[in-house]
């Protein structure tokens, strides 16, 4: 599995401790920005997180703002995404089994990062479930 990642100057805190989960994890990841937090525009790694799991070239994504609102909305923007803004244990797992959330929105002003490391984990090992949810 490959996971893009990407956030605003508000999520790069947490941002890079989820790329310490993914490492420990041996789950490999490209961060798309930004690096430090100084202000910049959240659609803009919106959509580069976006555009490169829509293109295939990741397998899911995860963008990170204050509240993950923001990078959800832009996100969902580009066809092929779906992106949910996750703040809950059970939201993220009915996310990917009902909805087939392939990008994961965090945010780092609503979420602990003890409970986004969960929620991350909860998002990568849920599977679809198909069936009735297909259609």
């Known amino acids: 599995m490959r996971i893009a990642l990407g956030a605003d100057h508000a999520g790069v805190a947490l941002k890079d401790r989820l790329k310490r989960q993914l490492d420990e994890r041996g789950i490999s990841y490209t961060d798309f920005g930004t690096h430090t937090t100084e202000s910049v525009d959240y659609p803009d790694y919106a959509a580069k997180v976006a555009h490169e799991v829509a293109a295939g070239a990741y397998d899911r994504g995860v963008l990170v703002c204050g509240t993950g609102i923001g990078m959800a909305i832009a996100a969902n923007k580009v066809s092929g995404v779906r992106a949910a803004p996750v703040v809950d244990l059970m939201s993220a797992a009915l996310s990917r089994e009902h909805n087939d959330v392939n990008v994961l929105a965090l945010g780092a ?27």
């Open 109 to 135: 002003r609503v979420t602990t990062p003890e409970v986004a490391t969960r929620l991350l984990d909860i998002f990568l090992d849920t599977p679809f479930s198909g069936g009735r949810h297909q259609r």
